[in-house]
């Protein structure tokens, strides 16, 4: 794991007389920021055991991270569909019982499924996801130190356009921000192709 202050050489030099406290804050948002827009923190989970009549679930990620986005998932070696908030799949009080078909992301590292489960399962779901630090994380995801520059970019363009500061040049921050944008849009066209997206599928685990 890389740590936030491994983030400071690549912030402190363009912000002269900004406190360490400030940097790390920005640099923890920041971090956040382009792990939710490019999807490039991306882990298999360990297998879900399912109880019959729960519909509600949590999803236990790494100490010091959430779940940003949940890719894919499967049941009993079946996928699941993901839904967002609102869908048809989840309007109304009472959940079914059933075999899940869809589940549906909540805040919280929880998800929900479409249907109860009549029976217990151990290790029915198995689960991609995407992660992001947490706000009080120490620490980050090794593979964020491969941008640590464009990272620090993105922190500096954040720190300019803070008002009454030493440092404040808010004429100038997009620049910095610029190559922020850029690269955490180049990191979510390489998690797309190189680590699976949305429509990627986990490999089913069959159980008993």
């Known amino acids: 794991m890389a740590t936030i202050q491994d983030f400071m050489p690549y912030v402190l030099p363009s912000v002269q007389g900004c406190t360490d406290l400030?940097?790390?804050?920005?640099?923890?948002?920041?971090?956040?920021?382009?792990?939710?827009?490019?999807?490039i923190v991306?882990?298999?989970l360990d297998?879900?055991?399912?109880?019959?009549?729960?519909?509600?679930?949590?999803?236990?990620?790494?100490?010091?991270?959430?779940?940003?986005?949940?890719?894919a998932a499967s049941y009993g070696g079946m996928p699941l569909t993901v839904e967002k908030t609102g869908d048809n799949v989840f309007l109304g009080s009472a959940v079914p019982v059933g075999t899940p078909t869809t589940l549906m992301q909540a805040p919280a590292n929880i998800f929900t499924l479409n249907r109860t489960p009549q029976f217990d399962a151990p290790g029915a779901i198995q689960m991609l996801v995407a992660t992001k630090p947490t706000r009080s994380a120490a620490s980050v995801a090794d593979v964020l130190m491969e941008y640590a520059y464009e990272i620090?970019?993105?922190?500096?363009?954040?720190?300019?356009?803070?008002?009454g500061q030493e440092f404040s040049a808010p004429q100038f921050a997009g620049i910095y921000t610029g190559i922020y944008s850029t690269a955490?849009?180049?990191?979510?066209?390489?998690?797309?192709?190189?680590?699976?997206?949305?429509?990627?599928?986990v490999r089913a685990r069959p159980f008993g």
Do not use: W
Not at 47 to 71: H, K, M, W
Not at 158 to 163: E, V
């Open 152 to 163: 620090g970019q993105g922190v500096v363009g954040r720190l300019l356009m803070i008002p």
């Open 42 to 44: 991306q882990i298999t």
């Open 184 to 201: 955490k849009h180049a990191a979510r066209i390489r998690a797309e192709r190189s680590f699976g997206s949305a429509g990627t599928r």
């Open 47 to 71: 297998p879900i055991d399912v109880l019959a009549g729960q519909a509600e679930y949590d999803i236990d990620t790494p100490n010091g991270s959430d779940t940003s986005l949940i890719l």
């Open 22 to 39: 400030l940097a790390e804050q920005h640099i923890r948002d920041v971090c956040i920021d382009f792990c939710i827009g490019s999807s």
